[in-house]
């Protein structure tokens, strides 16, 4: 299967368009911090001409300890990312864990994304397909970049061809994980478009014992290298105050890094594609 390009919100997603960006904090915290990461997020796409979608998570599930902070639930975090959609025009996107949340995401949401541990999840990934949103679906840290022909093929079952693969690393030994970049055109190879998670493949997962650690500082040298080897767009967990973040502290960007950041890999991706 091949797809064709598509639209979430007002950005064109291709084998061969511009270069794109997923963005905003791992899990959303106030109104407030929400709002702050998305007008920042809203000046410097329109500084460096690079499209963002906006992305926050309700619930966190895959959290390291029991009293990890887990997000406002869905109904609250619905109505946060709704609220940031009127006032900057991005599109949207979140997790699902379970395939209930679906529907009652996918109503308000324009691109459903599938934790990578959940990439195997058939009731999932097929719930997701069948809203008729776009879908992300991360490689999974224990799966080959071949085996997620599998979780396109249940996606696409639904007659749903709106969709992304997202690489962020595969665990090598404990609480590490390394980057294959070839897993980048593998991917594609399967018809998608392929978006490199340049944040959390810096986690140490469960590094901290009841956290993850993390390189934050070594995000763009990841991300340069992923749009070199023919990434279509990147992922990118940033904060206002990333010392402070609720979750992925140790990994997470700051604020102040990306516009640096897409502007260097906007210019990687131009020569590349040209």
Same mark, same amino acid.
Request: with cysteine.
């Given at each position: 299967?091949? @797809?064709?390009?598509?639209? /979430?919100?007002?950005?064109?997603?291709?084998?061969?368009?511009?270069?794109?960006? /997923?963005?905003?904090?791992?899990?959303?915290?106030?109104?407030?911090?929400?709002?702050?990461?998305?007008?920042?997020?809203?000046?410097?796409?329109?500084?460096?001409?690079?499209?963002?979608?906006?992305?926050?998570?309700?619930?966190?599930?895959?959290?390291?300890?029991?009293?990890?902070?887990?997000?406002?639930?869905?109904?609250?975090?619905?109505?946060?990312? *709704? !609220? /940031?959609?009127?006032?900057?025009?991005?599109?949207?996107? @979140?997790?699902? $864990?379970? +395939?209930?949340?679906?529907?009652?995401?996918?109503?308000?949401?324009?691109?459903?994304?599938?934790?990578?541990?959940?990439?195997?999840? @058939?009731? &999932? &990934?097929?719930?997701?397909?069948? %809203?008729?949103? =776009?879908?992300?679906?991360?490689?999974?840290?224990?799966?080959?970049?071949?085996?997620?022909?599998? =979780?396109?093929?249940?996606?696409? !079952? %639904?007659?749903?061809?709106?969709?992304?693969?997202?690489?962020?690393?595969?665990?090598?030994?404990?609480?590490?994980?390394?980057?294959?970049? %070839?897993?980048?055109?593998?991917?594609?190879?399967?018809?998608? +478009?392929?978006?490199?998670?340049?944040? $959390?493949?810096?986690?140490?997962?469960?590094? &901290?014992?009841?956290?993850?650690?993390?390189? #934050?500082?070594?995000?763009? /040298?990841?991300? #340069?290298?992923?749009?070199?080897?023919?990434?279509?767009? &990147?992922?990118?967990?940033? $904060?206002?105050?990333?010392? *402070? =973040?609720?979750?992925?502290?140790?990994?997470?960007?700051?604020?102040?890094?990306?516009?640096?950041?897409? =502007?260097?890999?906007?210019?990687? $991706?131009?020569?590349? #594609?040209?």
């Amino acid at each position: 299967m091949k @797809t064709k390009a598509f639209e /979430i919100g007002n950005i064109e997603i291709g084998l061969d368009g511009d270069m794109f960006v /997923i963005a905003g904090p791992c899990v959303l915290e106030d109104e407030k911090v929400c709002m702050d990461i998305a007008n920042r997020l809203l000046e410097i796409s329109q500084a460096t001409d690079v499209p963002v979608m906006f992305k926050g998570s309700f619930d966190k599930a895959n959290r390291s300890s029991i009293s990890s902070f887990r997000g406002p639930g869905i109904d609250k975090g619905l109505d946060i990312l *709704n !609220s /940031i959609r009127e006032k900057t025009g991005f599109a949207i996107v @979140t997790d699902v $864990h379970e +395939p209930s949340q679906a529907t009652k995401a996918g109503a308000v949401v324009d691109c459903l994304q599938i934790p990578a541990f959940l990439c195997r999840q @058939t009731d &999932l &990934l097929v719930a997701c397909g069948e %809203t008729g949103k =776009a879908v992300n679906i991360k490689k999974g840290q224990f799966v080959s970049p071949a085996e997620m022909k599998n =979780a396109v093929e249940k996606v696409a !079952s %639904t007659g749903n061809k709106k969709i992304m693969l997202t690489e962020r690393g595969t665990f090598f030994g404990y609480n590490r994980l390394v980057n294959d970049m %070839t897993a980048i055109t593998a991917m594609k190879d399967l018809g998608c +478009p392929v978006v490199f998670d340049a944040t $959390h493949s810096t986690q140490q997962p469960g590094g &901290l014992g009841n956290a993850s650690a993390g390189r #934050r500082e070594m995000a763009p /040298i990841l991300a #340069r290298s992923a749009v070199a080897a023919g990434a279509n767009g &990147l992922f990118l967990e940033v $904060h206002t105050d990333p010392d *402070n =973040a609720k979750c992925d502290t140790a990994c997470i960007m700051p604020i102040d890094w990306v516009s640096d950041v897409l =502007a260097t890999c906007k210019a990687i $991706h131009e020569i590349v #594609r040209g």
